[in-house]
C-alpha cells in the first residue's frame, strides 16, 4: 500500500489539534497561577495508530492521550495529616494563651498582690484591734481582692463560653464540608463515567478534603470508581461516596459542647485525634483545670475566713457574721422523674445559722450529690437516698448526716456535713430543704448536687454588713471588746498555713496554678511552631510538583506555538503539491 498526500495532510491536521490542546492546557495552567488549590495539569502525547504500507508501518501522527493533574497522594496525605497537627496546635494555643493572660500578674496589679495586702491588713488590725482606719483598710483590699477575684472567674466563663462556641461551630462546618464532599463525589462519578478525570472537580474535593483534615483527625481512600471514603478514627464513617453521615454537638449540665455520631448519639470527643475539634477539647479542658484550680482556692479562703470569723464578736458585741458572700449551686438533676426542688432550710436551724449554714461546724467545702434509691415515701423519715461527697468520690456513712420529712407535708430536711462523727442536730453543718407537691415526690435515681466552689470566684464578694467596719468580728470573747485581737490573728495566721486541700499554702497553690498554666501555653505554643515547620516544609514540597510556574509554562507555549506553526506549514505545503498534481491532470 502507498502512503499518499492525504495521509500526510490529517498527520497534520491531528498535530495541528494536538498541539492546540496543549495550548489550552497551558493557559487554564497560567489562569490558574495564583489559585492555591490548583494542581497544574499536564497533557500527554502519544502517537496515533499506524496505517500499513510498502515499507512497513508508516505513522499517522500524535493525539494527546489524556490530561492529568501532578498529585502526588503520598505527599498529599503528609500534607493532610499536618494540617491536623496545626490546627490542633494552633486552636489550643489560642486558647491556652487567653487562660494565661487571665492570671498575668505583672506590674503588682496581679491576684498575688492582692491577696499579700489582704493578709497585711489582717495583720494591721490585730496589731491595732481598736482602728477604725485598719478596719476600713481591711474592708477596702477585701473588696478589691474580690473584685479581683470576680474579674478572673468571670473572664474564664466568657472564654470557656467562646471555646464552647467555636465547637459547636465546628461540628457544623464539618457536616456542612462532608454534605459537599458527597456531593462531589457524585458529581465527579457522573462527569467520568465516560472515562477520563474530571481534574479541576477533583481539585476542588482534595481543597475540601485538606480543610476538613484541619478540623478534625480523618483517615480516607479512593475506591476503583474515583469514590473518595472518608473515615473518623476508631472507623465510624464520615462520608461513604455520596453517603453522609452527620455529627451532633450538644451541651452537658456545664454548657459544654460535646460531638455525638449518627443518630445513634454515640460520643466521640476521645476520637477527635487532631485537628481543631481536639484543640478546642485541649484547650477548654485545660481552661476547666485552672478554672476549677482558682475556684478550689477561693472557696478555701472563703471557708477557713467564714469559719473563724463567724465566731468572733464586732465592736457592737454581735456574733456569728460571714467576712464572705457567695453562691453556693444547690441544683436538682436534669433527668430527675420527680420535680422536687432544692434549697437551704433556715427554719431548722437556730438563731446562729440563718442562711442554712451552720460556718462554725461545716466540715469541709467539698460538693455533694444526694442520690435516691428508693422512690421517697413522704412522712416516712426513713433514709431512701445516700449523700456521695464528689470532690472524694466517698458516700457518706448514714450515721453521718439525719433527716426529718414529719414536720411539713411536701417537704423534709437533709443535715449533713458536720465536724462530728454522729447525726446532726438542728444547728450543724447543711441543712438542705426538698420541697414538692403531692405526686411530684423524689423518685429512685434523681439527684440533687451542692456545690461549695462552682461559682466561688464569680460570686465572692465581702458581707454588705461590713460597709459598716465596726461590724469586723476580731474579739474571740465578747467581754474583750474591743481589745481582744485572737480572731483577727487566726485568719492572718491562715496564709502560712497549708490550708489549700490541706497541701499548701494559698500562695503556694497559686504560684503553682500560674506556673502549670503557664508551663502549658509554652508548651502548646512551641508545638505549634514545630508543627508549622514542618507545614511549611511540606507545602513547598508540594508545591514544587503541583503549582504551576509561569517562567516553565511559557517555555512550553513557546515549543507547542512552534510545533503549531510546523505543522500549519505542512499543511500549506501539502495543499500546494496537491494543487500541482491537480494542474498535471
Not at 6 to 33: F, K, P, Q, Y
Not at 228 to 249: A, C, D, F, T
Not at 260 to 289: C, H, Q, T
Request: charged share 25%; glycine share 8%; net charge negative.
Amino acid at each position: 500500500m502507498v502512503v499518499g498526500l492525504s495521509n500526510t495532510l490529517n498527520t497534520a491536521r491531528v498535530g495541528m489539534l494536538a498541539n492546540m490542546t496543549e495550548i489550552d492546557i497551558i493557559g487554564h495552567n497560567i489562569a490558574n497561577a495564583n489559585n492555591p488549590d490548583y494542581r497544574r495539569q499536564v497533557g500527554y502525547l502519544e502517537t496515533t495508530n499506524p496505517i500499513p504500507s510498502n515499507l512497513g508501518p508508516r505513522g499517522t501522527g500524535v493525539q494527546v492521550s489524556r490530561v492529568e493533574s501532578l498529585y502526588d497522594r503520598f505527599l498529599f496525605r503528609q500534607v493532610s495529616h499536618e494540617k491536623s497537627n496545626q490546627g490542633r496546635w494552633e486552636t489550643l494555643a489560642g486558647g491556652l494563651d487567653s487562660v494565661e493572660r487571665v492570671f498575668n500578674d505583672l506590674e503588682g496589679h496581679g491576684l498575688a498582690q492582692q491577696m499579700a495586702e489582704f493578709w497585711g491588713a489582717w495583720e494591721d488590725l490585730a496589731n491595732q484591734p481598736e482602728g477604725g482606719v485598719e478596719r476600713e483598710s481591711l474592708v477596702g483590699k477585701s473588696r478589691v481582692l474580690s473584685s479581683t477575684l470576680n474579674s478572673m472567674g468571670e473572664d474564664l466563663n466568657f472564654q470557656r463560653q467562646v471555646l464552647n462556641r467555636y465547637f459547636d461551630k465546628g461540628v457544623s462546618d464539618i457536616n456542612q464540608m462532608a454534605d459537599s464532599l458527597g456531593e462531589m463525589n457524585l458529581a465527579i462519578l457522573e462527569s467520568e463515567i465516560n472515562g477520563g478525570q474530571n481534574n479541576d472537580l477533583r481539585d476542588r474535593r482534595l481543597a475540601l478534603l485538606s480543610d476538613l483534615s484541619e478540623m478534625v483527625d480523618i483517615d480516607y481512600n479512593e475506591d476503583n470508581t474515583g469514590q473518595l471514603n472518608i473515615m473518623l478514627q476508631g472507623g465510624k464513617p464520615l462520608v461513604l461516596g455520596s453517603e453522609v453521615y452527620h455529627l451532633k454537638s450538644l451541651a452537658d449540665d456545664q454548657g459544654d459542647f460535646h460531638a455525638y455520631f449518627g443518630s445513634e448519639g454515640i460520643p466521640i470527643d476521645d476520637l477527635l485525634g487532631n485537628g481543631k475539634m481536639k484543640g478546642w477539647v485541649d484547650a477548654r479542658d485545660g481552661l476547666i483545670r485552672a478554672q476549677d484550680d482558682l475556684n478550689r482556692m477561693a472557696s478555701s479562703l472563703i471557708f477557713n475566713v467564714n469559719q473563724a470569723h463567724f465566731q468572733g464578736y464586732n465592736l457592737d458585741g454581735e456574733t456569728s457574721s460571714t467576712f464572705f458572700d457567695h453562691r453556693i449551686e444547690l441544683a436538682a438533676g436534669q433527668d430527675n422523674e420527680g420535680a422536687a426542688s432544692i434549697s437551704f432550710d433556715a427554719d431548722s436551724l437556730s438563731a446562729e445559722a440563718p442562711e442554712g449554714i451552720a460556718w462554725e461546724t461545716l466540715a469541709n467545702y467539698d460538693d455533694f450529690e444526694i442520690r435516691f434509691t428508693a422512690d421517697h415515701v413522704d412522712g416516712s423519715g426513713t433514709k431512701d437516698f445516700v449523700i456521695v461527697n464528689t470532690t472524694t468520690g466517698v458516700e457518706l456513712d448514714a450515721s453521718s448526716y439525719a433527716i426529718d420529712d414529719t414536720a411539713v407535708d411536701g417537704e423534709f430536711v437533709i443535715s449533713f456535713n458536720d465536724t462530728t462523727d454522729t447525726a446532726l442536730t438542728p444547728d450543724k453543718g447543711y441543712h438542705i430543704k426538698l420541697s414538692f407537691s403531692s405526686g411530684e415526690e423524689p423518685k429512685k435515681n434523681d439527684t440533687f448536687k451542692l456545690s461549695f466552689g462552682m461559682h466561688a470566684t464569680r460570686t465572692v464578694e465581702v458581707n454588705s454588713n461590713l460597709e459598716n467596719p465596726d461590724k469586723v468580728a476580731i474579739s474571740d470573747n465578747y467581754f474583750e471588746v474591743p481589745g481582744n485581737n485572737k480572731i483577727a490573728l487566726q485568719i492572718a495566721q491562715l496564709q502560712h498555713q497549708q490550708v489549700v486541700d490541706g497541701q499548701q499554702t494559698y500562695s503556694e497553690f497559686y504560684t503553682s496554678l500560674v506556673s502549670r498554666v503557664g508551663s502549658a501555653s509554652y508548651t502548646a505554643q512551641s508545638r505549634q511552631g514545630q508543627s508549622k515547620m514542618v507545614l511549611d516544609q511540606l507545602n513547598i514540597r508540594e508545591e514544587s510538583v503541583s503549582g504551576v510556574s509561569i517562567d516553565e509554562e511559557m517555555v512550553n507555549l513557546i515549543k507547542f506555538q512552534q510545533s503549531y506553526q510546523a505543522t500549519a506549514r505542512m499543511i500549506t505545503t501539502v495543499d500546494e503539491l496537491m494543487q500541482i498534481l491537480n494542474d498535471m491532470l
